[in-house]
């Protein structure tokens, strides 16, 4: 009889085990639109089936979009993420009680670019919707906006929304509150830069981004040509190659870059003291500047270069590394020759009346038809003020730049030949700091300007 009841007993145990772990793996959401190829991993595990339009997701699962491809997901809570094409999120949790007024969502995204519209928001004094990048976490206060990752940044767009940014990292302080029509940018490492205002027009440059784009065949890498940035910036190593309305695109960026636009907040000018002696020929910052160069594995040895054309002519860069106590008061503190590298210029006095240019050379490959500064290579400039130079440590090697403010930060905005490019110009005179943003070609590194 014992053998019997025990066989019994188990039976019922297992019975009732199994539909508790059906309940688990809860639908959280549909796929309300498909366009293309979206590939589905249930848990995050391969093999990846194909997504229809009604399929369920459910927390764990990972979306993936091909380069021709994109999808719209529906949540529980009427939240709504679009997600571009070339673009890979994870569902890492999603609790939702519409009686109690609670919810719990995170959401990552690996690659691309997604909007998502969260229209449910409940009172409490911490976001409890979170999106996280390989550089920042937003937490949602309030609506809409568009998360697109750069090489080592993330770029971070509201059209009506209330929205918590900082760095992934803990240990990196400095957070943000965008309010509506604004942008912020979070690099590797770093805080997120002063919330800058944007308009409608910038946004359509972003909304452009989800459509899908007849592409040239035979152009690109095995993931297909990657889409334009609306800074500029590129989307893996493979060179943009799209049509002419893609390139129109980006000649419209050009135009209306959000560094280029003379209201945004981005503009912090630098903070000069008075000459103390009639002799002194320079002005001294209440904290230092630094310019900082980093670039990605799209490219092998680039050089940050900083020239004054005018009065001093002065010319900083490896084969002049410079000084801090004398002219020109600024110091090149390494030459990184190899790819995915990080180089930074200190300056620590101005020379009043003199323009600075801040430009980058590609010296491992100087060919004047090379298109590789502006597609491939993944390069970037900052200025900041403030802060320290460190090791840099993670994906770069070389020198980086801890702390401190973000001032302005720059990425190539046309594929335009060349082997230097000019970044930005640093006026201490009025404080101005302006994004050249052109593609030029050097006779070599001695002759940059």
Known sequence: MWPHLLIIVMFTGFCCLAPTSQVDAAVVG??????????????GKLPAVAAKVQDGVEAGDVVRTKSASRAQLKFVDDTTMNIAPSSRVAIEEYMYDAAKGQRRAVMQVFM???????????????????????????????????????????????????????????EVAGEVLLKKLQYTLVGANLPPTVPMDITPDDLKLIQNLFRIQQQVSGAGGAGGPSQPSP?????????????????????QTTQSNLVLNPTSAIYVPPTITPV????????????????????????????????????????????QMGSLTSQPYALLHNDWLHPSGSEVITVSQFNLGDV??????????????STQLATSSGVSLQVIKGGTVVDASGALNGKAVQGGTMVVTVTPTTAQAGNTWQAVEINP?????????????SANSASVQ
């Open 276 to 319: 103390v002696s009639s002799t002194t020929t320079t002005s001294s910052v209440l904290a230092p500047f630094f310019i900082q160069m980093q670039w990605g594995s799209g490219a092998g040895d680039l050089d940050l270069h900083l020239t004054g054309p005018q009065s001093s002519r002065f010319h900083v860069y490896f084969g």
């Open 30 to 43: 549909n796929f309300t639109e498909v366009e293309g190829r979206v590939d589905l991993l249930r848990g």
């Open 356 to 369: 600075y240019r801040a430009s980058v050379y590609n010296y491992s490959n100087p060919s004047p038809t």
């Open 429 to 441: 005179t009025n404080g101005q700091i302006n994004p050249v943003n052109k593609i030029v070609n």
């Open 112 to 170: 691309g670019l997604v909007e998502t519209t969260v229209t449910k928001i409940f009172p409490g004094k911490e976001p409890d919707f979170h999106l996280k990048t390989h550089t920042a976490i937003m937490g949602v206060r309030g609506t809409k906006w568009y998360a697109r990752l750069l090489p080592k940044a993330t770029e971070v767009y509201t059209e009506n929304s209330l929205l918590s940014v900082r760095n992934i990292f803990p």
């Open 231 to 251: 800074t500029g910036a590129t989307m893996g190593a493979g060179k943009t190659t799209t049509v002419s309305q893609i390139t129109a695109l980006t000649q």
